[in-house]
């Protein structure tokens, strides 16, 4: 039995960015002894597949230009049901703690009174670059990583500071960009990144429907354009995405791996 799941508290988990498989052990276990699982749009299918027949599962999606219900209810449903002393996994897409309004769900638990933990999960941006088979980081190249979100409140201008964003010893990982792609290449060139710094676009990483496309800053609003899925997508920019796979890395074909006789 384990004692850090007791009746009446709050485990916020990362659930990964989609694939199940991704899951830490730690999420597959607090997702299986939950009674309530309130969960974002991007949970993979598989992972609510963990909850325990019984659980009642909760949808509490908000994906940009379809928000279901906002922050404050999400907040006081969490609360109100870890009151009513169930164990409650509050799930959400990638890693609870960047760009997942984790902070918010925290202080209201505190703030009512409820324990309130966190499991963390693997974030979009790592599951984008094992599936583009590039590091974030690059020795002597790429020495810092960046997290930014491109999502603005509707009407409003990205706010941002594009000098120090474009940094070309640093790779950017861009949450919530597709939209603004076009914004996001513009801006960087005009504050000094070189137009031909390599791109990619990663849609629903580690999933089976997962798109890439791969191409450079100054073409990256041609490329976006191209972008017809309606998936999350990541941006990632900089001079380790286009490092390549080296030869050894690389899958042989079967015909090579298998010895002759
Ligand atoms: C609200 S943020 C949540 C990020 C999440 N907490 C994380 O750590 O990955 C949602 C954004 O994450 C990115 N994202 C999440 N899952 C993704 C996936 N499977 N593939 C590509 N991007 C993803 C997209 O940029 C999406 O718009």
């Given at each position: ?13 990362g659930a ?45 999606g ?14 006081q ?47 979009a ?105 309606d ?10 995405v ?7 890395a ?8 298998v010895?002759?006789?």
């Amino acid at each position: 039995m384990h004692e850090d799941f007791p009746n009446g508290s709050v485990w916020l988990v990362g659930a990964g960015p989609g694939d199940p498989e991704l899951l830490t052990r730690k999420a597959a276990r607090l997702i299986g002894m939950a009674d309530v699982v309130l969960y974002d749009a991007l949970v993979g299918e598989g992972v609510l597949d963990l909850a325990r027949v019984g659980a009642q599962l909760v949808y509490v999606g908000k994906r940009s230009g379809r928000h279901s219900r906002d922050q404050g209810s999400i907040d006081q449903l969490i609360v109100e049901a870890a009151l009513t002393g169930a164990r409650v996994v509050r799930l959400k897409g990638g890693d609870p703690s960047i760009f997942g309004r984790s902070a918010e769900e925290m202080t209201a638990c505190r703030a009512a009174g409820v324990r309130v933990q966190v499991c963390p999960g693997i974030t979009a941006a790592s599951a984008a670059a094992a599936s583009l088979g590039v590091s974030l980081t690059l020795r002597g190249m790429a020495r810092r990583l960046t997290f930014v979100t491109a999502h603005a409140r509707a009407g409003e201008a990205l706010a941002m500071d594009w000098a120090a964003l474009a940094d070309p010893g640093a790779t950017l990982a861009v949450y919530m960009g597709k939209a603004a792609a076009p914004e996001v290449a513009t801006q960087l060139i005009g504050a000094g990144m070189a137009p031909d710094t390599p791109v990619a676009v990663i849609e629903n990483a580690s999933l089976p429907n997962e798109t890439t496309v791969t191409t450079r800053l100054d073409l990256l609003p041609l490329a976006a354009k191209g972008l017809r899925g309606d998936g999350p997508a990541l941006l990632l920019i900089g001079q380790a995405v286009g490092q390549d796979v080296p030869a050894t890395a690389q899958a042989q074909p079967i015909a090579t791996a298998v010895p002759a006789r």
